[in-house]
């Protein structure tokens, strides 16, 4: 019932600390799919795409920057076609969201394998982005108007390139040392990127361009190796979530020290504006927990809020949090 719903963020705050409060995914998926309304009370789905091999979905999940109460918000239902071709898609990361859940931007197919597509939530279609060939690991500016990207020409021979959502050609911001993992663009005017520096860590360039900065260096494990994936800047330059390969575990890179440390078993992670740390573990549950800004900690029990979540072959997941609480994954 609209009563029931998380009306912001503190009431959904309240829901994660309280044990009692429980509800299972599989009857949300049960009631939504027999047109029921019981499940949505607390998952509203606002998009669903199928192809034969992805499907994406997006959730408000009452985890919003707060204030609003969208207890009479309709529900909302979009058909996304994401064409998926042969190539590297499968095994990195390939959607993100808008800040203001607006807009959305994935890898599809184009004329030389994989470019850009954006899907304005307004509007029935997607429409390529031009100047995106080989594009991989796409994410949005802060603003939404811009997306950074990697553009993959094979052979080991990438580079960083940003380009402008309304058009107009790309621009390369670093071709040295690009790998292929996510991005993220922060709002201290800095995208962090994975790179082959020194046993593949992650780095940073200025959004305008410059010279790159080494981040993070993986500890060396005692068999097989080790890479860093940034997948989300933390508000405020304040810190960078990353995930750290083997073993799999999620992480954080403090700005302010430029110290990292592991936070939890898992792959891909964002940050919620409602103050908690959203990630999905090796089992492919998504989990949420009390973040700390400050302390860069974890400050109370996690919740398991979806099963199933689809992770990434070489690590990672696609996941993408929006500043009004929309959750692409």
Aim: no cysteine; net charge negative; hydrophobic share 40%.
């Amino acid at each position: 019932y609209p009563a029931d719903r998380f009306t912001n963020a503190a009431h959904f705050a309240r829901a994660l600390e309280d044990e009692s409060f429980r509800y299972g995914t599989t009857t949300v998926a049960t009631d939504l799919a027999a047109g029921g309304t019981g499940g949505a009370r607390f998952w509203k789905p606002l998009a669903l795409a199928t192809t034969a091999v992805a499907v994406v979905s997006l959730v408000v999940a009452g985890i919003s920057s707060g204030g609003s109460d969208d207890a009479d918000e309709p529900l909302r239902r979009l058909d996304l076609q994401i064409d998926m071709r042969p190539s590297p898609v499968g095994i990195f990361h390939r959607v993100d969201i808008s800040r203001d859940g607006e807009r959305m931007v994935y890898v599809g197919g184009g004329p030389r394998g994989t470019q850009l597509w954006l899907r304005d939530f307004s509007q029935l279609e997607a429409r390529p982005l031009p100047d995106t060939d080989r594009a991989l690991s796409p994410a949005f500016s802060p603003d939404g108007e811009s997306v950074a990207f990697v553009s993959d020409a094979g052979g080991g021979r990438r580079e960083l390139r940003t380009v402008a959502v309304e058009g107009g050609p790309s621009v390369a911001l670093s071709d040295s040392l690009v790998d292929l993992g996510s991005l993220a663009w922060g709002d201290d005017g800095f995208i962090y990127y994975d790179t082959g520096f020194e046993q593949d860590g992650f780095s940073r360039i200025p959004e305008r361009g410059g010279t790159p900065e080494l981040m993070t260096v993986p500890i060396t494990p005692a068999i097989g190796i080790s890479w860093h994936f940034p997948t989300d800047a933390l508000p405020d330059g304040r810190g960078v979530l990353f995930y750290s390969h083997n073993p799999a575990q999620v992480a954080v890179l403090d700005l302010r020290t430029r110290e990292w440390r592991p936070l939890v078993d898992g792959v891909g992670a964002v940050y919620a504006p409602s103050g908690h740390l959203l990630w999905v573990d090796g089992n492919g549950t998504l989990r949420a927990a009390p973040f700390d800004l400050e302390t860069l900690e974890i400050t109370g029990p996690q919740t398991p809020l979806a099963e199933d979540v689809r992770t990434l072959a070489n690590g990672g997941a696609d996941l993408s949090l929006s500043d009004s609480g929309t959750l692409l994954y």
